[in-house]
């Protein structure tokens, strides 16, 4: 079956400009999740859906970063007046009902020049 | 300090060693525990779950210590396709369930 895709797998964006970043989860995954991986580092935790409750949005590094997510379906990740830190790879990944394991989109990496 | 450490490595190992990651996590309530390992310029995936009692999958074992808050993950005949970066993640509790905080990774490459 399909699993996550994320759109673009590249994108490249001079600083100040704004950018959307969409994923699609598996299909009846309740849960969602954004990282960022910056080059040679672990994975940074941004924002957290789950069903119809506030998403957990405690990782957002500034009021730059926001995502929104529709019902249990697509999300987008907006970086608004991109800066060069913001250059990185930003994976979505999905889980669904009690199931722990999280399945990765194959990310969006993001060059602001 | 960080919620989940791990030695960054790199590891480099002949095909056919026995190799081993370590991982502390600081959160006590923390729930769940896993290993997901990296290819290069590729997504995680989830390698196994690590349960309180110990558990084994093939040539992997996957050991957790409550009481030291510590992970630990064991692969022995190693193969050159284990070459990776391995990922300890731990699960929260409560209004943190579900959100999996990741270590930076340990990178492995096992050579001829």
């Known amino acids: 079956g399909a699993g996550v895709s994320q759109s673009p797998s590249n994108k490249v964006t001079e600083k100040g400009k704004d950018v959307e970043l969409r994923c699609d989860p598996i299909?009846?995954?309740?849960?969602l999740y954004w990282y960022r991986q910056r080059l040679g580092q672990g994975l940074e935790f941004l924002i957290y859906?789950?069903?119809?409750?506030?998403?957990?949005k405690s990782g957002l590094p500034s009021d730059r970063f926001s995502a929104e997510r529709t019902g249990e379906s697509v999300s987008t990740l907006t970086i608004q007046r991109t800066q060069q830190e913001d250059s990185a790879v930003y994976l979505c990944?999905?889980?669904?009902?009690?199931?722990?394991?999280?399945?990765f989109g194959p990310g969006t990496r993001l060059t602001v020049l | 300090r960080k919620e989940v450490e791990q030695d960054p490595g790199p590891f480099n190992v002949p095909e056919g060693a026995t190799v081993a990651f370590n991982c502390t996590y600081s959160?006590?309530?923390?729930?769940?525990f896993f290993w997901y390992r990296q290819d290069c310029r590729k997504e995680p995936k989830l390698l196994m779950s690590?349960?309180?009692s110990g558990n084994e999958d093939g040539r992997f074992t996957a050991q957790l210590n409550r009481a030291s808050q510590y992970i630990s993950l064991l692969i022995r005949d190693s193969k050159l396709s284990d070459s990776a970066t391995y990922l300890c993640?731990?699960?929260?509790?409560?209004?943190?369930?579900?959100?999996?905080?990741f270590g930076q990774g340990t990178i492995l490459t096992v050579h001829p």
């Open positions: 959160n006590s309530a923390s729930q769940s």
């Open positions: 990944a999905s889980r669904g009902g009690t199931v722990y394991e999280q399945f």
């Open positions: 859906f789950q069903g119809n409750s506030a998403p957990d």
């Open positions: 993640v731990v699960n929260g509790r409560g209004t943190s369930y579900g959100k999996l905080t």
């Open positions: 690590v349960y309180s």
């Open positions: 299909s009846g995954h309740t849960a």
